[in-house]
């Protein structure tokens, strides 16, 4: 069997907290990744998901280098990332590209959709100088934008048109994988289907691997084969998305399945048991002992605040990777909470 295109492990992300004042000492580490593992094989989506502040946007930065990382491996096609250079980055980079969340924020309102997607083009000098306009439009018009519209600002465009900018500006190396932190949360929901479906044609297209993070788990289970579910900087269940959706065993997990609409459920009256979780997410800073949820699990014993539970194998699914995985001392199956969102096909 082939090498995974990313395999991460136990990869650590710590932020200094600084004291105030004129000298200013290290108080403490805001943990928002520490020690998780997962693989990606070539061609395939992985989605991350779980609540704002669990270390998901993190993870894709510190996968494409934005953030330098404390600890733990990544290897991307076989190339450990992690202890390289900036400098020694440069020949990877290409290779793995961010779609970020907000598409007003991450383009330039100074330039010209045309030179926003061809800077990726000169810098790598991937086609000849008199050719690259031509590239740009071929770009435009496979993401579905007018490509006579290259002259024209961002101001010029819709949140969605913007967006699609974004994944051609990504799409402009071609590379092997693509992080999208949150691509379509900042849209209408009328456009995120119109993006979402985009993403999928570009996936089958060009064999492009995507690490989708997300909140919205009915958008994950759409695009996403396998899934990885995150808590304070821990990923507590990972598996195909068939198990992950009907057979969930993590407490959390059951949690926010447990929130998602049922659409067919309201058709024929009732209700699915919904799962309210007491308390706040604990600070990163200071998280609980031995289980990081155990403070807002209702299945919480005297091991869960003395031992981490370890992220194991409960389970094989169907698809690529090491299976179902889930970390808890009392990870038990719970289908009374079955998610069946609705489709995001256009």
């Known amino acids: 069997m082939s090498e995974p295109l990313l395999e991460v492990t136990d990869l650590v992300k710590h932020f200094p907290v600084k004291s105030s004042g004129f000298v200013r000492r290290t108080i ?32 894709g930065r510190v996968l494409t280098k934005l953030y330098e990382p404390t600890s733990g491996s990544m290897k991307f096609d076989g190339v450990d990332l992690a202890p390289l250079s900036q400098k020694q980055m440069l020949p990877h980079r290409k290779d793995i590209q961010l779609i970020f969340q907000d598409p007003y924020s991450s383009l330039n309102p100074r330039h010209t959709v045309g030179s926003i997607v061809a800077t990726p083009l000169r810098t790598r000098q991937v086609v000849p100088e008199n050719k690259t306009m031509d590239r740009v439009k071929e770009l435009l018009e496979v993401v579905g934008l007018n490509p006579e519209h290259y002259n024209r600002y961002p101001s010029d465009f819709s949140g969605g048109q913007r967006q699609r900018i974004g994944i051609a500006r990504a799409l402009a190396l071609q590379p092997k994988l693509m992080i999208a932190d949150e691509p379509v949360s900042a849209l209408d929901v009328s456009i995120q289907a119109q993006v979402i479906n985009l993403l999928q044609d570009l996936q089958r297209e060009f064999g492009i691997a995507f ?15 396998r899934i990885a579910v995150m808590y304070l900087g821990k990923i507590v269940e990972i598996g195909d998305r068939d198990t992950i959706y009907e057979r969930p065993h993590h407490p959390y997990t059951q949690a926010l399945l447990s929130a998602v609409p049922d659409v067919k459920q309201a058709e024929v009256g009732g209700r699915r048991d919904r799962i309210r979780l007491t308390g706040d997410v604990p600070s990163p800073i200071n998280p609980p002992s031995g289980c990081r949820f155990r403070t807002r699990c209702w299945k919480a014993q005297d091991i869960c605040a003395k031992e ?27 289908t009374s909470i079955i998610a069946t969102p609705q489709s995001h096909s256009a």
């Not at 094989?316 to 995985?325: E, I, N, V, W, Y």
């Open 28 to 59: 403490g580490q805001v943990q928002a990744i520490d020690g998780i593992s997962f693989s990606i094989e070539k061609g395939e989506s992985l989605g991350l998901v779980g609540e704002s502040g669990c270390g998901k946007s993190t993870t």
């Open 308 to 334: 981490e539970p370890p992220l194991l194998q409960i389970g094989r699914g169907p698809s690529a990777g090491t299976g179902h995985q889930v970390a808890c001392h009392f990870a038990e199956p719970n």
């Open 211 to 225: 690490l989708f993070i997300a909140h919205d788990l009915a958008i994950v289970r759409h695009f996403c084969p």
